[in-house]
């Protein structure tokens, strides 16, 4: 279970008279339970991915906590990432290393030995339909082929939470499905806690369970796809989102 508590976080641009503050977070609470994926939601800029760099101890926020079964990630980094595993939009793959040598190098850095982690890495590839990729280097590697080595990685320890920062960005139809399959497993096969960041309102309407909405560093509604659109009297779960995300723009507020 993750658990995100009132996130506020602002960063300084600029120098001398041009510095000023910008507000990436002011105000993010929010809770995602065990064999459930829970949808974080919103448009650019609404301060989706700053959260879950704070989630995965990436960042400190300068107000608010986040816990993951329990563990306060500020103050105990290396046990709450133990529980986590962390997909960024940034794929990080070491491109000289095959498909294996990167997920046993990740399950050495979680603990593991060299031996389970080789073991676990034909698992989770197994799982994600990859056994080809894996004596594989990694460059000239295809986005999907990316995204697949990236999340075996993830999952080599075998987290209980996972966290996906617009895991789709760059994949084709097929490898879209693939994810979205796999995610699917995790949660109604192994009772995982999934918590996915996205603006593709199809994404979210094929996989969550809750879906977190944020706007200008706020959350802003938090529930099922039924609850959000009951809420807003919308069947069409676009025109839910545009209400919600978009509420003070629609009104001719300033932000």
């Known amino acids: ?16 008279a041009k510095a000023r503050e910008v507000v990436a977070l002011a105000g993010v ?3 995602a339970g065990d064999a459930c994926i829970t949808g974080l939601l919103g448009p650019n800029g609404a301060g989706k991915t700053t959260t879950l760099r704070i989630a995965a101890a990436l960042i400190r926020p300068d107000a608010g ?3 993951v079964d329990g563990i306060d990630v500020g103050a105990r980094p290396g046990a709450a990432l133990a529980r986590m595993g962390v997909l960024s939009d940034a794929r990080g793959l070491y491109p000289r290393l095959t498909a294996r040598e990167n997920i046993v190098y990740y399950g050495r850095l979680q603990g593991m030995s060299a031996a389970a982690a080789s073991a676990r890495a034909d698992a989770v590839a197994s799982m994600l339909e990859m056994q080809g990729l894996l004596d594989r280097r ?19 320890h075998d987290p209980a939470n996972i ?12 490898a879209t499905r693939s994810l979205r399959e796999t995610l699917r497993r995790l949660r109604d096969d192994e009772g995982k806690c999934i ?11 094929r996989l969550c369970d809750r879906v977190v909405v944020v706007s200008h560093g706020r959350t802003v509604a938090d529930g099922t796809l039924a609850e959000l659109r009951a809420a807003t009297g919308q069947d069409d779960f676009e025109e839910t989102f545009v209400q919600l995300a978009f509420a003070s ?4 507020e300033s932000k």
Do not use: C
């Not at 279970?1 to 001398?16: A, N, P, Q």
């Not at 918590?195 to 309407?205: A, G, R, Y």
């Open 195 to 205: 918590v996915f960041s996205t603006h593709i309102m199809q994404e979210v309407e």
């Open 29 to 31: 609470s929010f809770s």
């Open 163 to 174: 966290v996906l920062d617009e895991p789709t960005n760059g994949l084709d139809v097929l």
């Open 249 to 252: 723009e629609l009104r001719g």
């Open 65 to 67: 906590t986040v816990h």
């Open 1 to 16: 279970m993750i658990e995100v508590r009132d996130l506020h976080k602002r960063f300084g641009s600029g120098r001398g």
């Open 138 to 156: 990694t460059d000239g590697f295809s986005q999907g082929e990316k995204m697949k080595t990236a999340l075996a990685r993830a999952l080599v």
